[in-house]
């Protein structure tokens, strides 16, 4: 059969999009999906290592969370999947029939294998999960404040605070107390030391040449032109900006692990642990990065660039109160077909701090992996999800074209990554390079930490 751990975190996946496509949204937003991927694979791997103990067994590696579980007899790939199904299934309440038709499907595929094994791996994976789970359930998350309302959050009104966007009234601001969430696996000094510097002021030569760059990349095109090529190339590829029939970024990163791991032949247990590294990366990254937010809270470019003040005594020939930025894609006829700018401060991006999470954890797992070779270098094609041929734009109509891009580096991800939101002028550069620094240091610290081999 496929590998466990692949054939659950497509499920997951689909649960993803599938949250951000009807309502009510059980794990919306960037945030919350990010840690409902981490926690089904955080049950996962642990499942997988504890359940090799049965009968003497030597797990493969380190678990993080539930070493002190017996596992009895358990086949490990059964735990995975009963590990998975326990926490998807009580995080996306309204997709039970969907994990409950996939977890037939799965046990179907292990028909060979001992039967009773097979039970007990599902019965010890749901163990593992509600050990998980129970963990989770004092983090912190269910404050009510974290949740896309107005409930008790005040914009501070000044020169280079965070506002509303004013072509998207009623969004609301997502995520303020997020960054008090308990992270999964650094210790709260390791969170606050992954912090970003503070952003450029908006006098600072900085912040105007970030401020041009913005102006000129990220603008909306005029009536009856197109997006430029870099705009959807790189923009819209990586968007993935919670809406439906998409998803949120952890889900796009996702599937390019998928893709790495594929041409790097994985085995299960590289799988698990692969998965497990960068999904927990992307949950910590989210805490630290939402933490940043709302401390510095920096206005985005739609708010910045239309109140700009003048400069050194001049009037400056970008001021214009009238720009209006490309978006985050309402794809599929989302957001009542109007792109937007998401509803919380710019610095820092967090696309950028999830994506340099993932994927520096993804390069620390291959460093680990083989030492011969170089961490960086990779040759895998990837459609997004944005580009395939299907997706429509805001319009729900216009079907955007099939672009299949090609990588050869990680790092050149991390940067078309962090680039892509400037091009949607929904942040300035200098948002991406403190989500890209708080990134790197997360995904660093759960790659050398968690499920390393005994």
Request: net charge neutral; hydrophobic share 35%.
């Given at each position: 059969?496929?590998s466990?751990?692949l054939f659950?975190?497509?499920?997951?996946?689909?649960?993803n999009?599938?949250?951000?496509?009807?309502?009510?949204?059980?794990?919306?937003g960037?945030?919350?999906?990010?840690?409902?991927?981490?926690l089904?694979h955080a049950a996962?791997?642990?499942a997988?290592t504890n359940?090799?103990r049965?009968?003497?067994?030597?797990?493969?590696f380190?678990?993080a969370f539930t070493?002190?579980?017996?596992?009895?007899?358990?086949?490990?790939?059964?735990a995975?999947?009963?590990?998975?199904?326990a926490?998807?299934?009580?995080?996306?309440?309204?997709?039970?029939?969907?994990?409950?038709a996939?977890?037939?499907?799965?046990?179907?595929?292990?028909?060979?294998?001992?039967?009773?094994?097979?039970q007990?791996?599902?019965?010890f994976?749901?163990?593992?999960?509600q050990?998980?789970?129970?963990?989770a359930?004092?983090?912190?998350?269910?404050?009510?404040?974290?949740?896309?309302?107005r409930?008790?959050?005040?914009?501070?009104g000044?020169?280079?605070?965070?506002?509303?966007d004013?072509?998207?009234p009623?969004?609301g601001?997502?995520?303020?107390?997020?960054?008090n969430?308990?992270?999964?696996?650094?210790e709260?000094?390791?969170?606050?030391?992954?912090?970003?510097?503070?952003?450029?002021?908006?006098?600072e030569?900085?912040?105007?040449?970030?401020y041009?760059e913005?102006y000129?990349?990220?603008?909306k095109?005029?009536?009856?032109s197109?997006?430029?090529?870099?705009?959807?190339?790189?923009?819209?590829?990586w968007?993935?900006?919670?809406?439906?029939?998409?998803?949120?970024?952890?889900?796009?990163?996702?599937?390019i692990?998928?893709?790495?791991?594929?041409?790097?032949?994985l085995?299960?247990?590289?799988?698990?642990?692969?998965?497990?590294?960068?999904?927990?990366a992307m949950?910590d990254?989210?805490?630290?990065?939402?933490?940043?937010?709302?401390?510095?809270n920096v206005?985005?470019?739609?708010?910045?660039?239309?109140?700009?003040?003048?400069?050194?005594?001049?009037s400056?020939?970008?001021?214009?109160?009238?720009?209006?930025?490309?978006?985050?894609?309402?794809s599929?006829g989302?957001?009542n077909?109007?792109?937007?700018?998401?509803?919380f401060?710019?610095?820092?991006s967090?696309?950028a701090?999830?994506?340099?999470?993932?994927?520096?954890?993804l390069?620390r797992?291959?460093?680990?992996?083989?030492?011969?070779?170089?961490?960086?270098?990779?040759?895998?094609?990837?459609?997004?999800?944005?580009?395939?041929?299907i997706t429509t734009?805001?319009d729900?109509?216009?079907?955007?074209?099939r672009?299949?891009?090609?990588?050869r580096?990680?790092?050149?991800?991390?940067?078309a990554n962090?680039?892509?939101?400037v091009l949607?002028g929904?942040?300035?550069?200098?948002d991406?390079?403190?989500?890209?620094?708080?990134?790197?240091?997360?995904g660093?610290?759960?790659a050398?930490?968690l499920y390393?081999?005994?």
């Amino acid at each position: 059969m496929q590998s466990a751990a692949l054939f659950w975190n497509d499920v997951a996946l689909e649960a993803n999009k599938e949250d951000h496509t009807n309502t009510p949204q059980e794990a919306g937003g960037p945030t919350y999906s990010a840690r409902a991927l981490a926690l089904a694979h955080a049950a996962m791997a642990d499942a997988f290592t504890n359940a090799h103990r049965a009968d003497g067994g030597k797990a493969p590696f380190k678990p993080a969370f539930t070493e002190h579980l017996p596992p009895g007899q358990a086949l490990p790939a059964a735990a995975i999947g009963g590990a998975a199904h326990a926490v998807l299934s009580f995080i996306h309440k309204r997709q039970q029939p969907f994990f409950n038709a996939n977890l037939t499907t799965f046990v179907q595929q292990l028909a060979g294998a001992n039967q009773q094994a097979v039970q007990g791996g599902l019965a010890f994976g749901k163990t593992v999960a509600q050990a998980i789970l129970d963990r989770a359930a004092t983090d912190g998350s269910n404050d009510p404040t974290n949740s896309n309302n107005r409930s008790g959050y005040v914009p501070g009104g000044l020169n280079g605070m965070h506002a509303p966007d004013p072509l998207n009234p009623g969004q609301g601001y997502y995520g303020w107390h997020y960054g008090n969430v308990r992270p999964m696996a650094l210790e709260r000094r390791d969170a606050l030391a992954a912090l970003p510097p503070p952003p450029p002021q908006t006098h600072e030569k900085r912040y105007l040449k970030d401020y041009v760059e913005v102006y000129r990349d990220g603008r909306k095109p005029e009536p009856r032109s197109r997006p430029t090529d870099e705009q959807v190339r790189v923009g819209i590829f990586w968007a993935y900006d919670g809406v439906k029939g998409i998803g949120t970024p952890p889900r796009l990163y996702n599937q390019i692990l998928r893709e790495v791991g594929k041409a790097d032949g994985l085995s299960e247990a590289e799988w698990v642990v692969l998965l497990a590294q960068a999904n927990i990366a992307m949950s910590d990254a989210g805490i630290v990065a939402w933490q940043a937010k709302f401390l510095y809270n920096v206005w985005r470019p739609i708010v910045g660039v239309r109140q700009h003040v003048e400069i050194s005594g001049r009037s400056d020939e970008q001021q214009d109160p009238n720009w209006e930025p490309l978006g985050a894609p309402a794809s599929n006829g989302s957001n009542n077909g109007k792109n937007f700018t998401p509803p919380f401060p710019a610095y820092p991006s967090g696309h950028a701090t999830f994506g340099a999470a993932c994927f520096t954890a993804l390069k620390r797992f291959r460093q680990q992996r083989n030492h011969r070779a170089d961490p960086d270098r990779i040759d895998i094609k990837f459609v997004s999800d944005e580009l395939n041929g299907i997706t429509t734009d805001a319009d729900g109509v216009t079907v955007r074209p099939r672009i299949e891009q090609h990588f050869r580096s990680i790092d050149a991800m991390i940067e078309a990554n962090l680039v892509s939101r400037v091009l949607l002028g929904v942040h300035w550069r200098f948002d991406g390079d403190g989500g890209k620094e708080s990134g790197v240091k997360v995904g660093q610290q759960v790659a050398d930490t968690l499920y390393r081999k005994h």
